[in-house]
């Protein structure tokens, strides 16, 4: 995306991140997650593209802001949208680490569409392209990004979500002497991060959402990364009826293994992230004596860029803190 755009689509993230910091600690994950939605479609709005939602809020039904397929935009260029306004709503709530806003835009038609389900997953950062595979024993996986890395696998930081289903693969990684960086919630961060050297995560393992997937995999695509992914419709609840409606409706085979390629079909994707709570890739929201601050990460395909932008919104008699 070019750079005009990117700026646009940056100051949306900010102002969802902001909606949203007003409920950091506040024990409230439905509010905070609204501020964040309502504050991010209300931006979208101002911007002079054609945008549409392809991973969102939700079915139109059951969604009312941001669900997929609603436009947004007061017309112009066509681009694909992928958003969670709020990745990590427990996060917010209860102040944890790395909640995020999170956006990926793309030229019309290159997003996936992908079932609200859950996705395995693993993501590395450059050099691991090749490497590494979701079909691949764990400790494969993690031998392989030791070698790229150049460490030794005792020295290899995993990521994987605290879910009761991941007892086999921590079991795993634990065999091979590795580290393993445990999360509460936003997998979007856990996979990102591992493209981004100081955070200190150098691999993403197991099962998430799969929206989450496709925005991942829109970052990590953009700078040579590593993302793929596995459907798994039966660790949901109401799988059996999802895989069906997939069936009959996906633009993929629903049990292929999902390279960065089908969930992302361009090479003009971008991927922005904000933060709402602090964290180790991006601080989150601060005011300060009225000035509020925020911090954003932006990965682009079109110059591969990775960018940190940290922006201060002056407010009348405000002072800029740095
Ligand atoms: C996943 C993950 C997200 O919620 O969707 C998770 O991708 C929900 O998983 O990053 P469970 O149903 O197992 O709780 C997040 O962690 C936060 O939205």
């Not at 005009?4 to 102002?15: D, F, G, H, P």
């Not at 593209?49 to 112009?76: C, H, K, Q, T, W």
């Not at 795993?172 to 050297?197: C, E, K, M, N, Q």
């Not at 700078?223 to 459907?231: N, S």
């Amino acid at each position: 995306m070019d750079i005009s755009r990117i700026m646009q689509v940056l100051n949306v993230a900010e102002k969802a991140a902001i909606a949203a910091a007003k409920w950091n600690g506040k024990g409230d994950k439905k509010a905070a997650d609204q501020a964040a939605t309502e504050a991010m479609r209300s931006a979208f709005n101002q911007i002079d593209f054609s945008g549409r939602i392809v991973i969102g809020e939700g079915e139109r039904d059951e969604a009312p802001m941001l669900y997929i397929g609603e436009e947004l935009g007061r017309g112009g260029e066509a681009i694909d949208i992928a958003v969670d306004p709020l990745e990590g709503t427990n996060l917010c709530a209860y102040n944890r680490p790395n909640a995020l806003t999170t956006i990926a835009i793309a030229p019309k038609g290159s997003l996936l569409f992908a079932p609200d389900t859950y996705m395995w997953k693993i993501a590395a950062g450059a050099g691991c392209a090749g490497r590494v595979h979701i079909d691949a024993p764990p400790a494969q996986n993690v031998a392989a990004v030791a070698d790229v890395l150049g460490k030794p696998v005792a020295e290899v930081n995993v990521c994987i979500l605290l879910r009761d289903r991941h007892k086999e693969l921590i079991d795993a990684i634990r065999a091979t002497g590795a580290r393993i960086r445990l999360i509460d919630d936003g997998d979007v961060f856990g996979a990102i991060a591992t493209a981004v050297p100081d955070t200190g995560i150098d691999l993403y393992l197991g099962s998430g959402g799969a929206p989450e997937g496709v925005l991942a995999a829109a970052g990590l695509k953009a700078i040579g990364g590593v993302f793929m992914g596995r459907l798994d419709f039966s660790i949901d609840p109401h799988g059996a009826e999802k895989r069906e409606r997939a069936l009959k409706t996906a633009e993929i085979d629903i049990d292929a293994p999902l390279t960065m390629d089908m969930l992302v079909r361009s090479d003009e994707a971008a991927f922005i992230a904000c933060g709402v709570t602090d964290g180790e890739m991006v601080s989150g929201v601060s005011d300060i004596g009225g000035s509020i601050t925020t911090s954003s990460i932006i990965m682009n395909s079109y110059d591969k860029t990775v960018r940190f932008v940290r922006t201060t919104r002056m407010h009348e008699g405000s002072k800029i803190h740095f």
